[in-house]
């Protein structure tokens, strides 16, 4: 499959809420649901510029032609104590499961965290049961770091956090 990667800017703001908020809609083991990513587009395009001014953030969009097909994420905190560590986040549209679309975008970010002469550790964390996401983080080097009990409530059943790192 085709398709391009490049870092977000503010003018994708729109599209990247009705993006978050159509694949929330496709899994449980997103931090959110269908229609649950409220944002105002104006406010989320000043947080995407700001984001491509942070050498240690990073939001990347993947973009069969004009759609969006996948987002991957490294926000980090700008206080000194803090930087050195990114938290990966990752969300492909459900027609593009499979394609390996993840796994490069993964790749990217560890590269681009690896070189940006800040990150020292990717952070991230993803439900106890999603076990390919899992099985593909540990391929990538990550390990598991602590556990979150009954962190994630769905459809009357609550589920425990898996808290995963990749020192750098």
């Not at 929330?24 to 944002?39: A, C, I, K």
């Not at 679309?101 to 990150?119: E, P, Q, R, V, Y």
């Amino acid at each position: 499959m085709e398709y391009i990667v490049r870092e977000a800017k503010r003018d994708d703001a729109q599209q990247i809420i009705e993006f978050y908020n159509k694949v929330g809609g496709e899994s449980d083991f997103l931090s959110f649901g269908s229609d649950e990513f409220q944002r105002d587009h104006i406010e989320y395009g000043d947080y995407l510029e700001n984001t491509r001014n942070e050498e240690n953030s990073l939001i990347l969009l993947a973009l069969d032609g004009d759609d969006i097909i996948s987002i991957a994420t490294i926000n980090s905190s700008q206080k000194v104590r803090t930087k050195h560590v990114g938290t990966l986040g990752i969300v492909v549209s459900k027609e593009h499961h499979g394609k390996g679309i993840g796994k490069k975008l993964m790749n990217d970010l560890i590269k681009w965290a690896s070189g940006n002469g800040i990150t020292k550790k990717i952070t991230l964390v993803t439900r106890e049961d999603n076990e390919l996401a899992i099985a593909l983080y540990k391929q990538l080097g990550f390990e598991i770091e602590g556990v979150l009990k009954r962190d994630t409530y769905i459809h009357g059943v609550y589920y425990n956090t898996l808290v995963m790192g990749l020192f750098l």
